[in-house]
Nanobody, 121 residues
Framework: QVQLVESGGGLVQAGGSLRLSCAAS????????MGWFRQAPGKEREFLAA???????YYADSVKGRFTISRDNAKNTMYLQMNSLKPEDTAVYYC???????????????WGQGTQVTVSS
């Protein structure tokens, strides 16, 4: 069982930046593909970015060029650097883990509890 804990959310003005972190309990963190998702009120959970075991990265069109996903296997932690934030980025942000292979859907095995990001105009 992998436990994931997100941190780094908060309130930021449009155009600002935030860096989210996702700490994993699993010491074999390097064996997991990782992803970031978000869910706004009344909307479905949305894929944002993923990173493979070999650090290959994938992004949704809505965040490409603004968000950067990365991982530090020595710290069992994944990050999401978010720049040029917009009010429509307001949502609860979730990290997720999946054994071995990346998918660009919500088909991940383990999820964090989420962290709120609010972007004011």
């Amino acid at each position: 069982q992998v436990q994931l804990v997100e941190s780094g959310g908060g309130l930021v003005q449009a155009g600002g930046s935030l860096r989210l972190s996702c700490a994993a309990s699993e010491r074999t963190f390097s064996n997991y593909a990782m992803g970031w998702f978000r869910q706004a009120p009344g909307k479905e959970r949305e894929f944002l970015a993923a990173i493979s075991l070999f650090d290959r990265t994938y992004y949704a069109d809505s965040v490409k060029g603004r968000f950067t996903i990365s991982r530090d296997n020595a710290k069992n932690t994944m990050y999401l650097q978010m720049n040029s934030l917009k009010p429509e980025d307001t949502a609860v942000y979730y990290c997720a883990a999946r054994r071995y292979s990346v998918v660009l859907t919500t088909a991940y095995d383990y999820w964090g509890q989420g962290t709120q990001v609010t972007v004011s105009s």
